[in-house]
């Protein structure tokens, strides 16, 4: 049964306001209220905040909200993007984990981290700066592969890109193994455990998560336009070449900006566009913003998730969504053997 695109909206706005509270809340270090309040308080007034309160207040705005704000952020751009690819592509298994997009931004990133970087603004961007460029020439070798590997359909895709994320995971785990910085740190990361400490990463991909978004969500008539066919897409005064560049850099930028900070995270692309699509349809121009609403919702879920199900331990929240989304894969894969969708 199709459900209202806008009460689908308010209903995943109030999700995500209460998985904030409930990420900012939850940790290994129980916070109180009357803690929480009079921190608030000082940091309205301006006041100087109580020696005793300082260790509350570091764990509350450098550690849990920067944390819950990132969460939110991945989670709309890599079901975003998600979203988009399989529009573009008219493939239901066209993920950015499962054609190889993250692995690609994770060399990326991993490469930028083990460089001693000048500790400026600059210097700090360059993680998702090499994590899109890696990301972008990945999804391009996948689907040249792909397309000469003359097996049709989706197989052609999942073979390719299973290759292509088996090279590249190698790669990143030599180079990981040769890098003398926080080897243990960066296996967390690939995990997808959250690197985010402070401010200064969310005002970095900020930028780059809602460029991508807005560029994505500008294309997504040309994308319903695209579900009919290329040539009937030209036929109608669509430039496929351009929407095809469009949509390709957008989604990368976006999944290579959130990747560079929080981690691998798969089949969030993968499984929140598929139950947007069965819950309001396949126009694009509610799935997309949809899409980013659902998967902020669920990766916000799954952070805290990964915070209570092993406490006081965290478990990272990449091994959540794989739980997650596995089985999903498997039902996807099996629903579609066979056949071709095009849609």
């Given at each position: 049964?199709?459900?209202?695109?806008?009460?689908?909206?308010?209903?995943?706005?109030?999700?995500?306001?209460?998985?904030?509270?409930?990420?900012?809340w939850v940790g290994s270090v129980p916070l109180g209220i009357s803690q929480v309040w009079d921190i608030l308080k000082y940091r309205i007034t301006g006041g100087a905040l109580?020696?005793?309160?300082?260790?509350?207040?570091?764990?509350?705005?450098?550690?849990?909200?920067?944390?819950?704000?990132?969460?939110?952020?991945?989670?709309?751009?890599?079901?975003?993007?998600?979203?988009?690819?399989?529009?573009?592509?008219?493939?239901?298994?066209?993920?950015?984990?499962?054609?190889?997009?993250?692995?690609?931004?994770?060399?990326?990133?991993?490469?930028?981290?083990s460089v001693q970087w000048p500790y400026t603004k600059w210097g700090t961007m360059m993680t998702p700066i090499l994590a899109f460029v890696v990301s972008l020439l990945?999804?391009?070798?996948?689907?040249?592969?792909?397309?000469?590997?003359?097996?049709?359909?989706?197989?052609?895709?999942i073979l390719s890109g299973v290759a292509v994320n088996s090279f590249i995971?190698?790669?990143?785990?030599?180079?990981?193994?040769?890098?003398?910085?926080?080897?243990?740190?960066s296996f967390s990361w690939m995990l997808g455990g959250m690197t985010v400490n402070g401010w200064e990463p969310i005002k970095i991909v900020i930028p780059?998560?809602?460029?991508?978004?807005?560029?994505?969500?500008?294309l997504s008539h040309r994308l319903n336009v695209l579900q009919f066919g290329e040539e009937q897409a030209a036929n109608l005064g669509i430039s496929v070449h351009k929407t095809r560049i469009g949509i390709v850099f957008f989604a990368t930028l976006t999944t290579a900006a959130a990747i560079s900070f929080s981690g691998v995270i798969g089949f969030v692309g993968l499984i929140i566009p598929h139950v947007i699509r069965i819950l309001t349809g396949g126009d694009y121009r509610k799935l997309i913003p949809l899409s980013a609403l659902g998967g902020a919702f669920f990766l916000?879920?799954?952070?805290?998730?990964?915070?209570?199900?092993?406490?006081?331990?965290?478990?990272?929240?990449?091994?959540?969504?794989?739980?997650?989304?596995?089985?999903?894969?498997?039902?996807?894969?099996n629903r579609n053997t066979g056949r071709e969708i095009e849609r």
């Open positions: 049964m199709r459900r209202s695109a806008s009460r689908l909206g308010i209903f995943l706005l109030i999700g995500i306001f209460v998985m904030s509270i409930a990420g900012i109580p020696a005793e309160l300082a260790g509350t207040d570091r764990i509350l705005f450098v550690l849990r909200i920067p944390r819950t704000i990132m969460m939110l952020l991945t989670g709309a751009a890599l079901a975003c993007s998600g979203a988009s690819y399989q529009g573009l592509f008219r493939n239901p298994l066209a993920d950015p984990y499962l054609i190889g997009v993250s692995t690609g931004a994770s060399l990326g990133a991993v490469i930028a981290m990945t999804v391009w070798v996948v689907f040249k592969l792909g397309k000469v590997s003359g097996i049709t359909g989706n197989t052609g895709l995971t190698a790669v990143t785990s030599v180079w990981m193994l040769f890098s003398h910085r926080e080897l243990r740190t780059f998560i809602l460029i991508g978004i807005i560029g994505q969500f500008l916000l879920l799954a952070d805290v998730i990964a915070r209570v199900i092993i406490a006081p331990q965290e478990l990272p929240v990449g091994i959540i969504t794989a739980i997650a989304g596995a089985p999903f894969f498997l039902w996807l894969l």
